[in-house]
């Protein structure tokens, strides 16, 4: 029981640092248009959290909670520097596998655009940096809590 304790501490602050992460680029996107409105600031992170439900529970289900139970304490795995790239890219490659095999990209163009300075905070890359924010930080947290939630094998 623990130990799903300890996988909810972690996909909590993944959560959160998402939520940091999308309302600074709300707040840094209405200092540079002056037709965005403030509205944003709210309502954007709201809808962001049904996002991350509808995106984080599965993978915490199916991924998180069985290699968090399964992989022994003493892997090189926990290791925060490992842990936090794997979760990084597994959140990108997630919502890759998601846009790729669900949102059709077999049968429509990808908008191939590179991001610019001026687009940093805009466009649908942002949705990837924000998914390896979180499967990042999930990960961190997930090893740095390891010895408290997770028996030592």
Same mark, same amino acid.
């Given at each position: 029981?623990?130990?799903? +304790?300890?996988?909810? +501490?972690? /996909?909590? #602050?993944?959560?959160? #640092?998402?939520?940091?992460? +999308?309302?600074?680029? *709300?707040?840094?996107?209405?200092? !540079?248009?002056?037709?965005?409105?403030?509205?944003?600031?709210?309502?954007?992170?709201?809808?962001?959290?049904?996002? %991350?439900?509808? %995106?984080? *529970?599965?993978?915490?289900? /199916?991924?998180?909670? &069985?290699?968090?139970? =399964? *992989?022994?304490?003493?892997?090189?795995?926990? !290791?925060?520097?490992?842990?936090?790239?794997?979760? #990084?890219? #597994?959140?990108?490659?997630?919502?890759?596998?998601? =846009?790729? +095999?669900?949102?059709?990209? &077999?049968?429509?163009?990808?908008?191939?655009?590179? &991001?610019?300075?001026?687009? =940093? %905070?805009?466009?649908?890359? *942002?949705?990837?940096?924000?998914?390896?924010?979180?499967?990042?930080?999930?990960?961190?947290?997930?090893?740095?809590?390891? !010895?408290? %939630?997770?028996?030592?094998?």
């Amino acid at each position: 029981m623990l130990q799903l +304790v300890g996988t909810v +501490v972690a /996909l909590l #602050a993944g959560w959160c #640092a998402g939520l940091l992460f +999308v309302e600074a680029t *709300v707040i840094v996107e209405n200092l !540079r248009y002056s037709d965005y409105t403030w509205d944003a600031v709210l309502h954007t992170p709201i809808t962001y959290i049904g996002a %991350f439900i509808y %995106f984080t *529970v599965p993978v915490w289900l /199916l991924l998180l909670v &069985p290699l968090y139970l =399964f *992989v022994p304490s003493s892997s090189s795995l926990w !290791r925060w520097p490992v842990c936090t790239i794997c979760g #990084a890219l #597994a959140g990108y490659l997630i919502l890759l596998g998601f =846009f790729g +095999v669900v949102a059709g990209w &077999p049968t429509q163009q990808p908008n191939l655009d590179r &991001p610019t300075v001026s687009s =940093f %905070f805009t466009g649908p890359w *942002v949705l990837y940096v924000t998914a390896a924010i979180v499967g990042g930080v999930t990960c961190f947290t997930g090893s740095l809590t390891t !010895r408290r %939630f997770k028996r030592t094998i």
